[in-house]
């Protein structure tokens, strides 16, 4: 009596082992039938399984669903095929084991395939969506406990914890299966799954064909994701082998605690989303394919797609010329040359085969179809030149030796990471291609050292002239220009503030003062003095023998600001009058020194709070808004309210100065150019700025207008969005902030770019709208920019209603034929019932 108590006692304590998840409320039982209705919840309350209806549908269907997600989202459906047309439908546990659907009349809908009958099992629904059936038999065993479970008989989605058997042979495996519709979840057109041949990749296809793959799998990630997306998409992913010899694929999500899925949508791309509890919703982590290029085979066999653009493959040309030249690449390419070891065939392989050779692509996503060999890097070449039918090789890491024998399919471009792919080509490509890359390097060298000559020969020219000018100026400034003292009037911006000892000049409206006096007010130019370091020298704080504080800038001989420059900044500011424009106050003109005299700002630079840690918290929300507001005012007033059309041409944080009450003040104009009244556009062969702010017209093309200053607000606007400096945002995933900016935007996650040391204090329509703003003023093409009247409509207006911001390409395009979206008199249309919200950009 006592032995079979025991027994029992270690026979419940097994079973605990196998069933411990399963709870009251969470199970159904031999001889329970549930009604549409009645729901199981699991243990910890994340899934729900009961019967629903799709939305626009009264059909109903028995399947699971997250728990406390509000926008109710479903994981499994079990009778996709057959519904129940009313909600007279039941679900139990019949005779042998199975889980079963039936309709109000008893007729069977859906009955799970049970690997093992039984008379005694229960069903439960675990804490990671997975609904297994349980056997609960006393002489059950580890090996035939769990007789079903949906993780095993997915329909569209793959949780974590899911695991997914594949084949070793290389066999096609469609597991995953899209609804119809949104209304209808039977089996739709598109699947999922894996085909392990080579090394293992994910693959949709729509029917029968290939609509995208993931790349090969290399232990840590799919290879054939960019590296936009690759952190979100391959992390997390494990490949294993099991008792059986087979693989396991599973995958583990960087957060337990946030629910992660990835789905086959209706329209055929497999979507990463993790659910967002503050915003009640889905943000998506990445969709494919993206189109273009993502496409499987885009362009065909033997061509690789780059940025949507087709190119044969180096040695390849098209398989139908009319038709490439026409638009349609569908028909790929062909080689110009056969093989040597294809096209002799009195020469054994062996021989033939060592006159091919093979050129390099190298950052691409490799072929589909390949196949794996055992052997190192150095060998691995030659077992594809001793292979006939081998037309190309590679060597991953982690994958090793990979080999083509079939045509090479779907190859695309990428701008960084990807892998070196060595397409085997005939001795004559080979040779041909070096001449043409000999020929090239050629060419370039002798146009760099032709334009280096020119550049000398000019530079020469005009240090000449640039000394002969300045001797001739500082012979012509009358020596009652040169004062001793000044005292100067805070009050209003305008050079008649100044009254000096001695005499304005007539021509600038300037007080002229000598050097000594500048040196007296800055204590010779001491280091305790000097407030910073600019691109054209330093800068000093000084005082006035009236007491009044000024900053000084001596302009360095060697610092590129010569007499254009220096005539530019004191012509350009002495007739500027606004408040967000830095006042000057006079300048020193004396043999080979240049200074300017400016109003002091007590803060400093933009940058000295915006990008320091410690400081950075000083600018919250409402102060960076109104620096934004106020940067915009000045430039429009430059643009189109002042007396000259000026563009400044070198707009940035540290250009950006701040007084005692954080107001912010554009300065330093010694790049800026007036305009007529007529002029919108110009162009210089003398590229001036700073390299991160350009607009790519002017960068790459010298031109510049009214929507270059726009650029570089966008990038200063992104800047004091997140508090970082431009350049800190260039990695291995981003060139600079724009793509970081647009890649939080396509995610539909913008306000992640918020800096964390004001996100408290933030307004977040204010910080979207500007975020919007910032992404349409530094689109690629100018006119595609809005000017500086609507961006300050924009700013300061709600109800206005902001077009979508283009992707940007980081190139600069002109087309003679482009209209300006933004011409005319620059008004935008509003609205009293539009007002912005989060915009997705595609």
Not at 633 to 662: C, F, P, T, V
Not at 774 to 786: E, N, T, Y
Request: with cysteine; hydrophobic share 35%.
């Amino acid at each position: 009596m006592a032995t079979g108590f025991r027994f029992s006692l270690w026979f419940l304590l097994i079973l605990s082992c196998f069933s411990s998840f399963c709870l009251a409320g969470d199970r159904v039982t031999l001889g329970e039938t549930l009604k549409d209705g009645d729901n199981i919840t699991s243990k910890g309350g994340d899934f729900v399984m009961g019967f629903f209806s799709p939305a626009g549908t009264s059909k109903r269907y028995l399947g699971i669903w997250y728990a406390d997600v509000s926008v109710k989202t479903f994981i499994w459906v079990a009778n996709r095929n057959k519904p129940v047309h009313d909600k007279n439908g039941t679900f139990s546990i019949d005779k042998i084991g199975n889980l079963v659907v039936k309709d109000g009349n008893g007729d069977s809908l859906y009955s799970s395939n049970v690997s093992f009958e039984t008379t005694n099992s229960t069903v439960c629904l675990k804490d990671d969506g997975n609904l297994v059936i349980i056997n609960n038999d006393r002489d059950a065993t580890r090996l035939n406990s769990v007789l079903w479970e949906s993780f095993l008989n997915p329909t569209d989605t793959f949780l974590p914890g899911m695991e997914v058997i594949m084949e070793r042979q290389g066999k096609e495996q469609k597991v995953f299966s899209s609804w119809t519709n949104d209304s209808d979840p039977s089996p739709g057109r598109y699947s999922m799954g894996f085909d392990s041949r080579g090394a293992p990749q994910i693959v949709i296809w729509d029917g029968q064909n290939r609509r995208w793959r993931s790349g090969h799998f290399d232990g840590v990630e799919f290879t054939g994701v960019p590296n936009v997306t690759r952190t979100t998409f391959s992390s997390g992913f494990r490949i294993q082998n099991d008792d059986d010899g087979k693989l396991l694929l599973t995958y583990t999500a960087s957060d337990p605690s946030s629910f992660v899925r990835f789905q086959l949508t209706v329209t055929g791309n497999e979507l990463q989303q993790r659910w967002n509890e503050d915003k009640g919703e889905w943000d998506t982590l990445q969709s494919r394919p993206a189109g273009g290029c993502d496409l499987y085979n885009f362009c065909g066999n033997f061509a690789k797609c780059d940025k949507e653009v087709c190119l044969c493959l180096e040695g390849f040309v098209p398989r139908v010329p009319e038709q490439w030249q026409a638009g349609n690449r569908t028909g790929g390419c062909v080689r110009k040359t056969e093989l040597e070891c294809r096209s002799n065939s009195s020469v054994s392989r062996n021989d033939s085969a060592k006159d091919d050779g093979f050129s390099a692509l190298r950052r691409v996503k490799l072929p589909d179809y390949a196949d794996t060999v055992e052997a190192d890097i150095d060998e691995c070449k030659i077992r594809c030149l001793n292979d006939c039918s081998c037309n190309a090789y590679a060597f991953v890491k982690r994958i090793n030796c990979m080999i083509w024998r079939d045509d090479l399919v779907d190859i695309e471009h990428f701008e960084e990471g990807g892998n070196t792919l060595y397409v085997r080509l005939h001795p004559s490509d080979i040779e041909t291609g070096k001449k043409k890359k000999t020929i090239i390097i050629a060419v370039i060298s002798i146009l760099v050292a032709l334009a280096l000559v020119v550049m000398v020969a000019i530079w020469l020219v005009c240090k000449y002239r640039a000394r002969k000018q300045e001797s001739m100026r500082t012979n012509e400034i009358p020596k009652n220009h040169l004062v001793r003292s000044g005292e100067f009037s805070t009050e209003h911006s305008g050079p008649g503030d100044v009254n000096a000892e001695g005499h304005q000049g007539n021509g600038s409206e300037l007080a002229f003062f000598s050097f000594s006096m500048v040196a007296a007010a800055t204590d010779d130019f001491s280091l305790a003095n000097k407030l910073g370091q600019g691109g054209f020298g330093p800068v000093y704080k000084g005082r006035l023998p009236c007491g009044q504080e000024v900053a000084i800038k001596r302009l360095s001989q060697k610092s590129g600001q010569g007499d254009e420059e220096f005539k530019n900044e004191i012509t350009l500011i002495a007739k500027l009058q606004h408040r967000n424009l830095v006042r000057l106050l006079g300048c020193c003109v004396e043999g080979e020194e240049k200074m300017l005299i400016y109003e002091y700002m007590p803060n400093k630079s933009l940058d000295t709070f915006l990008f320091d840690t410690a400081r950075k918290s000083q600018l919250d929300w409402r102060k960076r808004f109104n620096i934004i507001e106020g940067i915009a005012r000045g430039l429009l007033y430059l643009h189109r309210d002042s007396r000259l059309r000026i563009i400044h041409r070198d707009l940035k944080a540290s250009n950006i100065l701040l007084d005692e009450e954080m107001n912010p003040k554009i300065s330093d104009f010694g790049m800026a150019r007036i305009f007529g009244g007529n002029q919108n556009e110009a162009n210089t062969n003398r590229v001036v700025g700073t390299y991160g702010y350009m607009a790519p017209e002017y960068a790459m093309e010298g031109l510049f207008s009214g929507k270059s200053d726009v650029y570089s607000f966008g990038i200063l606007l992104l800047e004091i969005i997140c508090g970082r400096r431009n350049t800190s945002f260039r990695t291995d995933e981003h060139s600079g902030i724009i793509g970081y900016v647009w890649e939080k935007w396509d995610e539909g996650r913008p306000m992640d770019l918020v800096d964390r040391s004001i996100w408290d204090g933030c307004q977040h329509n204010e910080a979207l709208r500007c975020i919007h703003l910032g992404l349409l003023c530094v689109q690629d093409l100018a006119s595609h920019r809005p000017n500086m009247s609507s961006v300050v409509l924009m700013l300061e207006t709600d109800n206005v209603r902001l077009p979508l911001p283009r992707q940007p390409t980081y190139t600069s395009m002109r087309r003679s034929l482009d209209e300006d979206i933004w011409h005319g008199n620059q008004d935008l249309p509003s609205s009293n019932n539009v007002t912005v919200s989060v915009l997705i950009g595609r």
